[in-house]
T-cell receptor, first 112, second 115 residues
Framework: NAGVTQTPKFQVLKTGQSMTLQCAQDMNHNSMYWYRQDPGMGLRLIYYSASEGTTDKGEVPNGYNVSRLNKREFSLRLESAAPSQTSVYFC???????????FGPGTRLTVL | AQSVTQLGSHVSVSEGALVLLRCNYS??????LFWYVQYPNQGLQLLLKYTTGATLVKGINGFEAEFKKSETSFHLTKPSAHMSDAAEYFC?????????????WGLGTSLAVNP
């Protein structure tokens, strides 16, 4: 099993550009999450999906949209990137009966 | 509101010395407690977790943590630090095991191990 995969690993955008961060898991997990990690601020939840077909806002959803395409895939879209969205983005998934979160390797995004 | 506090954003120890990373939480209900480790330029991985039962929990790489309800603490320890332990460590709390698997995260503690 590959676990949780994220693409791309690195991305540089200009202000106003859009992009989609992809996340996929092959562990048949129900819940999936998107976080951003910034120095000194720990992990902040952007959006999560408790199950296929449902999504909910986390602490910092502004400027982002998500799609739970199927059970495996959960994408994060930046419609109009801003320098404040420069961050490392992590996707995580959780099995049905367990709160343990399994993380992907992250996407480092820089917005100029 | 529930919260997680990690005392000390940076901890430095000598190789072979005791590692102690502190985590306190606020919760009105019995929590599930986690420690995650993040090595440089990698994602987070689970170090250990407490759900129910024995309050002393052993994890990977020789780490352990003890859930102390009276102190609302879940401190992480390792008797003898190794250079490879240098990483960022995150404490997290989950308050609802069944319907909501969101975690509340501490801000992290960066552990440096000196030769």
């Amino acid at each position: 099993n590959a676990g949780v995969t994220q693409t791309p690993k690195f991305q540089v955008l200009k202000t106003g550009q859009s992009m989609t961060l992809q996340c996929a898991q092959d562990m048949n997990h129900n819940s999936m999450y998107w976080y951003r990690q910034d120095p000194g601020m720990g992990l902040r939840l952007i959006y999560y999906s408790a199950s296929e077909g449902t999504t909910d806002k986390g602490e910092v959803p502004n400027g982002y949209n998500v799609s739970r395409l199927n059970k495996r895939e959960f994408s994060l879209r930046l419609e109009s990137a801003a320098p404040s969205q420069t961050s490392v983005y992590f996707c995580a998934s959780v099995p049905r009966l367990n709160n343990e979160q399994f993380f992907g390797p992250g996407t480092r995004l820089t917005v100029l | 509101a529930q919260s997680v506090t990690q005392l000390g954003s940076h901890v430095s120890v000598s190789e072979g010395a005791l590692v102690l990373l502190r985590c306190n939480y606020s919760s009105s209900v019995p929590p599930y407690l986690f420690w995650y480790v993040q090595y440089p330029n990698q994602g987070l991985q689970l170090l250990l977790k407490y759900t129910t039962g024995a309050t002393l929990v052993k994890g990977i790489n020789g780490f352990e943590a003890e859930f102390k309800k009276s102190e609302t603490s879940f401190h992480l320890t390792k008797p003898s630090a190794h250079m490879s332990d240098a990483a960022e460590y995150f404490c997290a709390v989950s308050l609802n095991a069944c319907n909501n698997r969101k975690l509340i995260w501490g801000l992290g503690t960066s552990l440096a191990v000196n030769p």
